[in-house]
């Protein structure tokens, strides 16, 4: 049983033949904002986007995709389970969640739960969004609350057999803006199953609402830095978010959507490559006691299967135009660091993690090149992104007597040698890296 007040996923677990811990899922909530399962081992989340995927790929599709993102270290995918929404306003068979006639399609859904099924069996938890909320035509805004309520019970109870099921009643909302709204379809959905697991991805840069804090069939909160480069968008995830994360922790919290790999930056339109990745998965976990990430690709979380344009996200298509087919995108350096960094924290006791900023010295005025440290049992860890080193503190150099440098993207380490206040790492680590320190 777990004890800990911090929230977190909680799961069964094996080891692969890779070396690769699986969840074979049965996750379930634990008391107040912890997940669990009879072993109560933590599950770290590293959730690849396919929010689209779900919809709009052919069962062939899926598995494959899947079985791909397995083999990388994805043990999760963040996805969408009603139509129309913004990215998918049909399935492959062109039909949505309502027929013509205004009633549930059961068709439509029976695909929906051949795919759930291929999930379970590839030991990949799913988190579907059931309303998503962004813009005026989403379902959370468009539909009255009794369509909401109706298209999210028919979903949760048709896929009420696979347990490895996280649900987002919400998706991509503001939902600050009309908190009792969400309470009452939250109630109306889940205030009858007590043991579901379900959560909200909200909208980027924004914090959960304290109504939605509050309520005791809401455990989990996706939160995004989202894909800005401002100076706001990176004080939010250095900043903003830790501060928060530190009055909110009895409840699971992850950074669900950073920025994108081959996504334009909101404000500089620069492409954010695999260091960007890197960079904002490893900050969430080091400032902010998360208990996992997400990953994305435009090409992917809208299911391309031709060039085409990112479907209802027009400011993307203006900038980058016709987009991949997901399959060629699926190999990324961003997506390949993805497992590196799970690997690297489950090999650590990492639900025991503690922010400590105390740790870094000298920390440089710009937000880019901004070392994140915490501490993890008998270690130290610091990630640097940029082409710089790590100044270390009084306390680091009496706490820790020998460092060692891990390159995030490949997953080698280098020798350890002794503290050195100043240390500055060579090759490919000088791209961005993470410094261990040992007693």
């Not at 130290?380 to 940029?386: D, F, N, R, S």
Request: hydrophobic content about 45%; aromatic content about 10%; proline content about 5%.
């Amino acid at each position: 049983m777990v004890t800990r007040t911090r929230g977190l996923i909680v799961a069964g677990r094996w080891v692969d033949n890779a070396g690769m811990s699986t969840e074979r899922v049965l996750l379930r909530f634990n008391g107040r904002g912890e997940l669990s399962l009879s072993e109560g081992q933590p599950f770290l989340m590293v959730a690849d986007t396919a929010w689209s995927g779900l919809i709009r790929s052919t069962v062939g599709d899926w598995r494959d995709y899947l079985r791909m993102r397995r083999g990388q270290g994805f043990n999760a995918v963040l996805t969408v389970l009603t139509a129309p929404w913004r990215g998918a306003p049909v399935d492959a068979w062109g039909e949505s969640s309502f027929g013509t006639d205004g009633r549930i399609n059961a068709a439509f859904y029976e695909r929906m739960e051949e795919k759930f099924a291929v999930a379970d069996e590839a030991g990949m938890t799913l988190l579907p969004v059931l309303v998503w909320a962004c813009t005026a035509s989403d379902p959370g805004q468009a539909w009255p609350e009794e369509k909401c309520v109706e298209a999210a019970r028919y979903g949760v109870e048709r896929m009420a057999r696979f347990r490895n099921v996280l649900w987002l009643l919400g998706g991509d909302g503001n939902y600050a803006k009309a908190p009792e709204r969400w309470v009452r379809i939250g109630r109306a959905v889940f205030g009858d199953k007590p043991g579901a697991l379900v959560g909200m991805h909200h909208g980027g840069l924004m914090l959960p609402d304290a109504a939605l804090l509050a309520e005791p069939w809401c455990n989990f909160h996706g939160v995004q830095s989202g894909h800005g480069d401002g100076e706001q968008d990176l004080a939010w995830l250095q900043e903003v978010l830790p501060a928060w994360r530190e009055r909110a922790m009895h409840v699971a919290v992850a950074n669900a959507e950073p920025n994108y790999e081959h996504h334009p930056a909101y404000q500089s339109q620069m492409m954010f490559t695999g260091r960007h990745v890197r960079r904002a998965a490893w900050w969430s976990m080091l400032r902010m006691a998360s208990c996992g990430v997400g990953y994305g690709h435009n090409s992917v979380w809208n299911w391309n299967v031709v060039p085409e344009g990112a479907m209802g996200h027009d400011s993307i298509t203006r900038v980058v135009g016709k987009l991949p087919p997901w399959r060629d995108v699926i190999d990324l350096p961003g997506a390949r660091s993805m497992g590196v960094l799970r690997k690297f924290f489950e090999e650590r006791a990492w639900a025991t993690l503690r922010p400590a900023q105390e740790l870094v010295g000298a920390q440089d005025r710009a937000r880019e090149k901004f070392v994140a440290a915490a501490e993890i049992g008998a270690e130290a860890v610091l990630y640097k992104p940029a082409l710089a080193g790590v100044t270390l503190s009084d306390e680091a150099m009496e706490r820790y007597r020998r460092m060692q440098w891990f390159d995030p993207a490949s997953g080698v380490y280098s020798e350890a040698q002794p503290i050195a206040r100043e240390t500055a790492a060579e090759g490919a680590l000088r791209d961005d890296g993470v410094l261990v320190l040992k007693r």
